[in-house]
């Protein structure tokens, strides 16, 4: 186990430095002069180079690029052009709803999903499959943030359980940014439980017809020890590739939700860098979600081998 | 009181009946053969048995064990039954263990399952178990995993959880089809062993006659759901009183008559092979180490004649399959050279140009795998026509279509059928017409008959013995089934780990073999004659 760990580090740091390079050459290199850019077309010249020299532009692009790593290792992001203050800290507010709205929705179509799939496939043809589809079907049909409006009408305006919107910060407590954030979280949690569901079914499905569980019953298992013995952690390796994806979406493409709900996210601070054309906070936003990817394939990739023997040794 | 009783039994899934008003009887102690080719209804006897049958089978009848009807026993008495007092074991080794739990936990669930023991004292069990079954605790500790066993040694592993509470009844269900005769005499003569300590009921189900007539005390033959014949071993061999029977037995025997010198012209080489080397990167053992090489073809060489059929044998993972792909120029060679008809074939970096590539042709074991189910017949036999200079014009394609197809005796007209329309023997003849219709020098037969059943494998057998008669066309026939190689070879290649350990004319070789390997192979191999000679010496013994 240990090798393949170190291998795994190895491809995990490489994969991080392929990003920021690209990351850096397409945002400063390629498009022409970032501060012409920043400053829109009727900018006076004085200003440009005022901005290029502010920016550090104007030292070679080795230089530039050092100064970017070794700033971010530091947590030093540079100086937000539209905010005036430090990237490192608007990151820093946004990424502290951002994770936790991710990690919030992703245990909830978690804990919904396994449940419901493992009881389709377990029963499967039956009225309780049937209807387990046909909801999972709509669940994937109906756009997130128009199921998020009903939310908000049903919990925060008629029952007043909820407010509509916005976040209080976790200085105001646990409970009160966790309540905040429930039914944003359940608005995201729904499609993506949807299809976790119909993964976690047709896998178990898939594992259920192997000669192992056939092999389980002749030794005299029940049908349902034969699936919580033998079949579930064989089917578990489509399902994990499905909660990686799912993250990596979630941390930065929460975006709407984040609109309806008036979230301060990443989602809406990269939007919302990017139409003010501050490159340095769309940049490191972009590598910050870069880096969470990388992270979380590394870590799905450790669960296969957790999960399965035989790519211990492989990949070692 | 018989062990198992099994009284008409029929059987039907989704209203296709399936089973016939079975009859079957076992006594402990004794070993009873069901004998039948693929869809006979062996298997869903056998499952039925079990109760563990597929979804929307529906059957009646009588199944007693030890005077208990079992068609009054609920899910869960069948579950305390399962693994208890039946246990079973299956075709396929290499799929029949779960891949994520070690050796020893899927062992001493068997145990778990049913009593009350501890988890130490089911490990105690399980070891127990696996030592019967010939799986020592040095090489064998209990936390291994499946994928660091050998199909032969996983097999072992599922006996020992069919056996582990010694169970008063065995099913084998192909047991050993999937394994080499090697590996098949040792896993029977485990069976056989399990048998006579425990005083167990056996019920071996092959397709393989010679198989039952060496272990079996009593044998079923099946056909469409049937049981055509039944009996004790010897005599019901001796009477044969079912034309069915006899054609399965005929069919297992069933030797091509050849034209003896069939068109061989032995002073001319189709193919000279001249210490060929196939070599596989294993992977890194390190990030800077070079990586290592297996050498699955070590310095082969070898001579094809005009007309000549020559048998290459050994068994699995002895290389033959890596030395036909080299042969047919698929995979580059490390060292060596191959020539067709005295011209540069394949070499170390080098290919062959399309002109000579439609020289040699392949045929693969499985028919129901090697088509594209999307085109029609024509298309896919004539697939190979890309290699000629110049297409042929559209009569001249179908006259060759139609000639192909009926040299392996199928009509013109199925040309435009699509593939699955054909059953497994129609589709092998597909696949030989396909080889055909370029008029190859060489035909390379892997493995080609051995997905077959033994009616349908005598046929092809025929086929491509008047093959190559009429059209002088030379075959390397690759195959692990000796028997098969001596009814259609000249001359015989013996292989082991990449080399090539002995060669000769085919009946010498089979009949005095030099090699200690070769020995051993046909040792291993199971014949009819003598197994059911050494079953009436031993009757008349006691």
Same mark, same amino acid.
């Given at each position: ?316 | ?176 089809? *999937?394994? /080499?005769?090697?590996?098949? =005499? ?7 062993? @399990? &048998?006579? %300590?425990?005083?167990? $009921? ?93 050498? *699955?073809? /070590?310095?082969?060489?070898? =001579? ?7 048998? @290459? &044998?050994? %068994?699995?993972?002895? $290389? ?223």
């Amino acid at each position: 186990m240990l090798p393949f760990l170190i291998k795994r580090l190895i491809s995990l740091t490489l994969s991080l430095l392929a990003a920021s390079l690209v990351i850096f050459f397409v945002i400063e290199v390629v498009p022409g002069d970032p501060a012409s850019f920043m400053l829109g077309l009727n900018a006076s010249p004085d200003t440009v180079a005022a901005l290029r020299e502010s920016l550090g532009l104007n030292a070679s692009v080795p230089l530039r690029y050092w100064q970017w790593i070794t700033g971010l290792v530091q947590g030093e992001f540079g100086i937000s052009y539209t905010y005036k203050v430090p990237v490192g800290e608007l990151i820093a507010d946004r990424f502290w709803v951002s994770m936790p709205l991710s990690i919030y929705a992703l245990t909830l179509s978690t804990l919904i999903a396994f449940p419901v799939g493992v009881i389709a496939a377990a029963r499967r043809n039956s009225p309780a499959d049937v209807s387990i589809m046909g909801v999972t079907q709509l669940g994937i049909a109906v756009p997130n943030f128009w199921f998020a409006m009903l939310l908000v009408l049903f919990f925060a305006v008629s029952l007043r359980w909820f407010s509509a919107g916005g976040f209080p910060g976790w200085e105001a407590g646990f409970w009160a940014g966790m309540k905040a954030l429930t039914l944003p979280a359940i608005a995201l949690a729904l499609p993506q439980a949807s299809i976790l569901a119909r993964v976690m079914r047709s896998s178990l499905l898939d594992t259920l017809g192997e000669d192992f569980v056939r092999t389980a019953r002749a030794k005299g298992l029940t049908h349902r020890q034969a699936l919580w013995k033998h079949a579930l952690r064989n089917a578990l390796i489509p399902v994990l590739t499905i909660i990686g994806l799912q993250f990596s979406f979630l941390l930065a493409g929460a975006i709407i939700i984040e609109n309806v709900f008036f979230l301060p996210g990443l989602g809406r601070l990269v939007f919302q860098g990017i139409t003010q054309r501050d490159l340095i906070v769309v940049k490191s936003v972009i590598f910050l979600l870069v880096f969470a990817v990388i992270l979380v394939t590394f870590l799905v990739d450790i669960t296969y081998a957790v999960v399965d023997p035989r790519l211990r040794r492989r990949s070692a | 009181m018989s062990l198992l009783e099994v009284e008409n039994l029929s059987l039907s899934i989704r209203d296709m009946p399936i089973l016939h008003d079975v009859d079957l009887k076992i006594e402990a102690g004794e070993v009873l053969g069901v004998v039948g080719e693929s869809g006979s209804g062996k298997s869903i006897t056998a499952l039925a048995v079990m109760q563990l049958l597929p979804v929307g089978s529906a059957w009646k009848g009588s199944i007693r064990l030890d005077g208990n009807a079992l068609e009054t026993y609920s899910e869960k008495q069948m579950c305390a039954l399962r693994g208890n007092d039946i246990g079973m074991v299956f075709q396929e080794p290499m799929t029949a263990l779960n891949p994520v739990q070690t050796i020893g936990d899927q062992v001493a669930e068997t145990i778990l399952v049913h009593s009350g023991s501890s988890r130490r004292e089911a490990r105690r069990i399980a070891r127990e178990a696996l030592n019967r079954v010939g799986l020592p605790p040095e090489q064998f500790p209990l936390d291994r995993y499946p994928h660091d066993l050998s199909g032969g040694q996983r097999q072992r592993v599922v006996i020992a959880m069919a056996i582990a509470l010694r169970p008063k009844l065995l099913i084998a269900d192909e047991p050993t089809t *999937a394994l /080499d005769v090697t590996t098949q =005499a040792q896993i029977l003569k485990l069976l056989k062993s @399990l &048998v006579e %300590e425990d005083d167990m $009921g056996l019920i071996l189900i092959t397709h393989d006659l010679a198989v039952v007539a060496d272990m079996a005390d009593h044998i079923a033959i099946m056909k469409d759901g049937v049981i055509v014949e039944a009996g004790e071993t010897v005599s019901l061999f001796r009477q044969m009183s079912h034309p069915y029977t006899r054609a399965l037995f005929e069919a297992s025997n069933h030797v091509p008559t050849r034209n003896p010198d069939h068109g061989a012209d032995g002073s001319k080489p189709v193919i000279e092979i001249d210490s060929v080397v196939r070599d596989y990167a294993l992977p890194r053992r390190s990030l800077f180490s070079a990586p290592d090489h297996f050498r *699955a073809v /070590d310095r082969v060489s070898l =001579a094809i004649m005009h007309g000549e059929n020559v048998g @290459l &044998v050994g %068994e699995s993972g002895c $290389g033959k399959s890596t030395l036909t792909r080299a042969i047919l120029a698929l995979d580059a060679v490390q060292g060596g050279e191959i020539r067709l008809d005295g011209k540069l074939f394949s070499t170390t970096g080098e290919g062959p140009d399309r002109q000579m590539r439609r020289r040699v042709q392949v045929v693969f074991q499985d028919p129901y795998s090697s088509f594209n189910p999307r085109h029609r017949v024509d298309r896919l036999i004539t697939e190979p026509f890309f290699l000629l200079e110049k297409q042929p014009d559209a009569e001249e394609r179908d006259a060759r279509i139609a000639t192909a197809l009926s040299n392996v005796g199928l009509q013109p007209s199925d040309a435009h059928k699509y593939i699955h329309e054909f059953s497994g023997g129609q589709r092998q003849r597909i696949a030989i017409a396909r080889a055909l219709i370029i008029e190859p020098s060489l035909i390379i037969l892997d493995e080609a008959v051995s997905a077959l059943d033994v009616s349908i494998r005598a046929q092809i057998l025929d086929l491509l013995a008047d093959l190559s008669d009429r059209l002088a066309v030379s075959y390397l026939f690759i195959s692990h089934d000796l028997s098969v190689v001596r009814a259609i070879t000249d001359r015989v290649l013996v292989m082991k780990a990449g080399k090539i350990v002995e060669e000769g004319r085919t009946e010498e070789v089979f009949r005095n073999p030099q090699h200690s390997y070769t020995r051993e192979l046909l040792a291993a191999t199971p014949i009819l004659d003598e197994a059911l000679r050494a079953r009436e010496a031993r009757a008349t013994a006691e």
